[in-house]
């Protein structure tokens, strides 16, 4: 039967209608779904798909971790790590008036008054040293002061108990009780604790001391000038007949100086091989009462600064003598400071007993203190030098006579009277006294004192510098700026002699 066209045309139509409107929604499907995924906040948890296609985002830019710059340490420089400052005192000259003034009820003897203002002075220091201008001879000879000093053993008990560490027992009067008591002598003052130099119990025990101050090793040493020689090197001393033993006394001779230079350059020799950094020369020298130094002293120090000692300390004139910077004639790094003259501790040396003494100038001293610096590369300077004027003040105690060393520190001058238990009349005296020392020493001391500040400066300043810039000084190879220097050499001197006064 045949087709009906009209209905087959009809239903044609209707398909096609249909499939187009399939397409447009198929269409519109894609279209709201890539609206949708482009508006859609991202899945932080979902996993990427392969086919999937990701819209391009901005990157995030985020700011690089800083870390703190690194910085080289500071440079330390050398810098001090120990001082050992080193008191010197003059004569303790026993007169036998002072002698008495210390004798007890029961006939013993207690020195302790002597030293009962200048103790808490000696006791600040680290070490502290005296002259004793008398002999330990002990009951085999009297109890006595000039010409022939002897006095009671007691006396070491109170420089120990005063802060005192060493006693000076080469003099001219160290021989006043013969040879036994220069033995007997050295036996007291050690047996008490105190160290001794100048003398020593036979020839072969060493002639100088190394003492180790706070870690500084100071190497001393001490002569006296003799008045004569034997063949066998026995002295004689003060004009007394010569020593029964040789090698006990270190002394020289004005006229026979090499003598004396050769023996101080092996003593220097022998110190610093002990390990001595540093070096003091105690020298017993001059004439009684001459407030200034003469030639022959000038000579002798220039000679002893020339081998290399750092602090020369005088003492026998019995009045202070002024101070000095002596410069090396081989060693232009090297200076020495010096002192010519302590004075007088203590003694009846007082005004108006005799013409011979200057007015008020023998009741004078010089506490005389030197201060050394080890850095921390090991090398010792001498730092620092200074002068404490005292005045053997003698006056009445409840009736009876007394003697006090007076340590007269400027700075506490108002408060003198009371520290000392001054009159008006002696504290006025106290004032003159420190004037008459100053104006002797001032000068010197004020020299030397810029110099070592000086010294200081230009020293802590080559170690910063070196520190700062160690190149500079490996390709220059310079040196620090030395003021201990080692011994060098030796200058032939002419000495202008001078024969001291035999009291």
Same mark, same amino acid.
């Given at each position: 039967?045949?087709?009906?066209?009209?209905?087959?045309?009809?239903?044609?139509?209707?398909?096609?209608?249909?499939?187009?409107?399939?397409?447009?929604?198929?269409?519109?499907?894609?279209?709201?779904?890539?609206?949708?995924?482009?508006?859609?906040e991202?899945?932080?948890?979902a996993?990427?798909?392969?086919?999937?296609v990701?819209?391009?985002?901005?990157?995030v830019?985020?700011?690089?971790?800083?870390?703190?710059?690194?910085?080289?340490?500071?440079?330390?420089?050398?810098?001090?790590?120990?001082?050992?400052?080193?008191?010197s005192?003059?004569?303790?000259?026993?007169?036998?008036?002072?002698?008495t003034?210390?004798?007890q009820?029961?006939?013993?003897y207690?020195?302790d008054?002597?030293?009962?203002?200048?103790?808490?002075?000696?006791?600040?220091?680290?070490?502290?040293?005296?002259?004793?201008?008398?002999?330990?001879?002990g009951s085999?000879?009297?109890?006595?002061?000039?010409?022939?000093?002897?006095?009671?053993?007691?006396?070491?008990?109170?420089v120990?108990?005063?802060?005192?560490?060493?006693?000076?027992?080469?003099?001219?009067?160290?021989?006043?009780?013969?040879?036994?008591?220069?033995?007997?002598?050295?036996?007291?003052?050690?047996?008490?604790?105190?160290?001794?130099?100048?003398?020593?119990?036979?020839?072969?025990?060493?002639?100088?001391?190394?003492?180790?101050?706070?870690?500084?090793?100071?190497?001393?040493?001490?002569?006296?000038y003799?008045?004569?020689?034997?063949s066998?090197?026995?002295?004689?001393?003060?004009?007394?007949?010569?020593?029964?033993?040789?090698?006990?006394?270190?002394y020289f001779?004005?006229?026979?100086?090499?003598?004396?230079?050769?023996?101080?350059?092996?003593?220097l020799?022998?110190?610093?091989n002990?390990?001595?950094?540093?070096?003091?020369?105690y020298?017993?020298?001059?004439?009684?009462?001459?407030?200034?130094e003469?030639?022959?002293?000038?000579?002798?120090?220039?000679?002893?600064?020339?081998?290399?000692?750092?602090?020369?300390?005088?003492?026998?004139?019995?009045?202070?003598?002024?101070m000095?910077?002596?410069?090396?004639?081989?060693d232009?790094?090297?200076?020495?400071?010096i002192l010519?003259?302590?004075?007088n501790?203590v003694?009846n040396?007082?005004?108006? /007993?005799?013409? !011979?003494?200057?007015?008020?100038?023998? %009741?004078?001293?010089? $506490? =005389?203190?030197? +201060?050394?610096?080890? *850095?921390?590369?090991?090398k010792?300077?001498?730092?620092?030098a200074?002068?404490?004027?005292?005045w053997?003040?003698?006056h009445?105690?409840n009736g009876?006579?007394?003697?006090? /060393?007076?340590? !007269?520190?400027?700075?506490?001058?108002? %408060?003198?009277?009371a $520290? =000392?238990?001054? +009159?008006?009349?002696n *504290?006025?005296?106290?004032?003159?006294?420190?004037?008459?020392?100053m104006?002797?020493?001032?000068e010197?001391?004020?020299?030397?004192?810029?110099?070592?500040?000086?010294?200081?400066?230009e020293r802590?300043?080559?170690?910063?510098?070196?520190?700062?810039?160690?190149?500079?000084?490996? +390709?220059t190879?310079?040196?620090?700026?030395e003021?201990?220097?080692?011994?060098?050499?030796?200058?032939p001197?002419t000495?202008?002699?001078?024969?001291?006064?035999?009291?």
């Amino acid at each position: 039967m045949a087709r009906n066209p009209k209905h087959c045309g009809t239903g044609a139509t209707v398909l096609v209608t249909i499939l187009i409107l399939l397409m447009i929604a198929a269409t519109a499907f894609v279209i709201w779904l890539c609206i949708d995924m482009t508006n859609r906040e991202p899945d932080s948890g979902a996993t990427t798909q392969d086919h999937l296609v990701q819209l391009p985002t901005a990157a995030v830019t985020q700011a690089p971790e800083t870390q703190p710059p690194t910085t080289e340490p500071e440079p330390e420089p050398e810098k001090v790590v120990a001082t050992a400052t080193v008191a010197s005192m003059g004569d303790l000259l026993m007169h036998l008036p002072v002698i008495t003034t210390c004798r007890q009820s029961d006939g013993s003897y207690n020195f302790d008054s002597i030293f009962q203002y200048v103790e808490d002075t000696i006791s600040g220091y680290d070490y502290a040293a005296a002259n004793l201008e008398t002999t330990f001879g002990g009951s085999d000879y009297p109890i006595q002061g000039n010409p022939l000093f002897n006095c009671p053993d007691s006396l070491a008990d109170a420089v120990l108990a005063a802060g005192y560490d060493m006693l000076l027992t080469a003099n001219n009067h160290c021989g006043d009780t013969t040879a036994s008591g220069v033995l007997r002598t050295l036996e007291q003052v050690r047996s008490v604790g105190l160290a001794t130099l100048g003398t020593q119990l036979n020839a072969e025990e060493k002639k100088y001391e190394v003492v180790d101050v706070n870690g500084i090793k100071i190497g001393m040493v001490a002569y006296t000038y003799a008045t004569g020689v034997t063949s066998d090197g026995r002295p004689s001393l003060n004009g007394n007949a010569a020593l029964s033993q040789a090698g006990i006394v270190n002394y020289f001779l004005e006229n026979n100086l090499d003598q004396f230079y050769a023996d101080v350059e092996q003593r220097l020799e022998e110190m610093r091989n002990d390990g001595a950094e540093a070096t003091i020369l105690y020298i017993h020298w001059g004439v009684e009462y001459q407030m200034k130094e003469n030639q022959t002293q000038r000579t002798i120090a220039q000679k002893l600064c020339d081998l290399g000692v750092d602090v020369i300390v005088g003492g026998h004139p019995h009045v202070v003598e002024p101070m000095d910077l002596l410069e090396s004639t081989v060693d232009p790094n090297h200076k020495s400071v010096i002192l010519y003259s302590m004075g007088n501790a203590v003694s009846n040396q007082r005004t108006g /007993i005799s013409d !011979l003494f200057p007015a008020g100038y023998t %009741e004078d001293g010089a $506490l =005389f203190t030197v +201060t050394f610096e080890k *850095y921390s590369d090991g090398k010792v300077y001498l730092a620092g030098a200074d002068v404490v004027p005292t005045w053997v003040n003698m006056h009445s105690n409840n009736g009876s006579k007394e003697y006090n /060393i007076l340590p !007269l520190v400027k700075d506490r001058q108002e %408060e003198w009277m009371a $520290l =000392f238990n001054l +009159t008006q009349a002696n *504290y006025d005296a106290a004032v003159k006294s420190y004037d008459r020392t100053m104006g002797i020493v001032g000068e010197g001391l004020t020299e030397c004192q810029t110099w070592l500040e000086e010294a200081k400066a230009e020293r802590e300043a080559y170690y910063l510098d070196l520190a700062q810039n160690p190149e500079k000084y490996e +390709t220059t190879q310079t040196a620090a700026p030395e003021t201990t220097p080692v011994t060098e050499g030796t200058t032939p001197l002419t000495a202008e002699t001078t024969l001291p006064a035999a009291a």
